[in-house]
């Protein structure tokens, strides 16, 4: 099919199939869930407020996704408020190709759960209930305390009272499939599929199945599950093995038309199958060896949605992160370079452009020490210098040795004295002066005098983004109220302390880490207990 640009701009491989909540009319047509704003914000310090989770939905929207999990109203109010808000402007939303993303949140298979998230989703042009219940021996046992059978009639229960709700599209979602006994599972299926669920939610929750497992396991479930012809099976993946991107494509090849995914891969643990991953492996080798798979999300929006959920999540992203990772384009090594110069697809399978990096005329690479002549040549070339050879040498020689040089540190022993001037939501101006052991131990210990409380700083970290003396440096700090913070009860009886995220940027050190402090000690303050 002839490419096509919807409206709002997003750019389609194929058309979009029409939306039919348990069928896809294409076969070769992989539906998107992305569920950054649930689980994704369930990674430790990832919480993010009302208004980040709507721009972070307004932005998925653009990147073409089929189905937004908006989150679990009935975890909290703000939890309720930000889904009732996304389903209510992003969920309406219709371009005049009418793609509108459906609208999801997570409920636990209970009826006040499943009221609470249906109050929250009926808004929406396409509203999706998403009732859970774990169906494996270990989480029934030692989890939910229930038979099998139980189990059994909860879950056809609750599909049911869903239904009677008004919702036509409901995703069953068993958790922890992948470690659950097979006939059971079969079993369970078939009976959702009875009471009106149109989706199965197949989770891998632990990450413990390998590639060909999951391959197996979705073959077995449409070969063994009565209906399942007539309903969509989707796939969540998370990433404890680093087999999340791996498993959630061959889910796919299998049959699962439907793949879960994060932006970055946040999530729980060691995260989820990365949204970026799942979708750029489809679009560079879908035709080649996936049986033309595909998706309908543009590519050109994937840098600016993994730059916005960093920024908001607070989780930042390693350089060499597949696809959107700062060195994905970059190339240091010689040979590397070399081949770049004469043809970039030599060492570059995707072009910076498809992810939404600005255009380029040139290659990025990354001078140093295991960079070499031609590299050298061409950059000087592009700052307007032409060199003889000879000259090429004798630059290139100095270059290297100044290239291989190591880079040193050095401080001073004693204390540091802050005074910190902060301005409260009332207008009221309040400032502070602490010591401490250097400069930002002093800032924030001026900061806690201010706000009256007792902080801990679980993690710290600093990088910069540009290069030089000026670089600007991007401060991340994770927090936990000390003592006072009121915990969240666990399943298996222990606690849970929230923690809470923050980021700043700026020239100056410090005053970059007092704003990603200020950030993460204002969503503390502003959580409701």
Known sequence: MAAKTSTNGTHYSRSRPEYIPNRIPDPH??????????????????SMVSS????????????????????FPSASQEDFN???????????????????????????????????????????????????????????????????EEVLQIAKDMIKFARSLGCSDIQFCSEDAARSDREFLYQILEEVIKAGATTLGIGDTVGITMPFEIRQLIADIKANVPGAENVIISMHCHNDLGHATANAIEAAQAGAMQLEVTINGIGERAGNASLEEVVMALKCRGDQVLGGLYTGINTRHLLKTSKMVEEFSGMYLQPH???VGDNAFLHESGVHQA?????????????????????????????????????????????????????VESVFRNFKAIAEKKKVTCGTMGSSTATIKLVTSDGITHVACSVGVGPV???????????????????????TVTEGTDAIATTRVVIRRENKQSPTPALNGNVIYPTFSGTGEGVDVVTSSVEAYLTALNKMLDLKE
Not at 29 to 43: F, H
Not at 114 to 130: D, Q
Request: aromatic content about 6%.
């Open 29 to 46: 047509y992989v539906r998107i869930l992305d569920t950054t704003l649930r689980d994704g914000e369930q990674a430790p310090g990832a």
């Open 52 to 71: 980040q989770k709507l721009r972070i939905a307004r932005q998925l929207a653009k990147l073409g996704v089929d189905v937004i999990e908006g989150g």
């Open 82 to 148: 930000a889904v009732k808000m996304i389903a209510q402007e992003v969920g309406n939303n219709c371009d005049a190709d009418g793609y509108v993303p459906v609208i999801a949140a997570l409920c636990r298979c209970n009826e006040k759960d499943i009221a609470t998230a249906w109050e929250a989703l009926k808004y929406a042009k396409r509203p999706r209930l998403m009732p859970f219940i774990a169906v494996s021996p270990i989480h029934m046992e030692y989890k939910l305390n229930k038979t099998k």
């Open 321 to 323: 992160k597949a696809v």
């Open 339 to 391: 081949g770049l110069l004469k043809h970039r697809a030599t060492y570059e399978i995707m072009s910076p452009e498809d992810i939404g990096h600005e255009k380029s005329s040139g290659v990025n690479m990354v001078l140093g020490k295991l960079s070499g002549r031609q590299a050298l040549k061409s950059r000087l070339k592009e700052l307007g210098y032409e060199l003889r050879d000879e000259e």
């Open 441 to 463: 131990d002093s800032a924030y210990k001026a900061i806690n005098l201010i706000v009256k409380e007792t902080v801990k700083v679980l993690e710290y970290s600093l990088s």
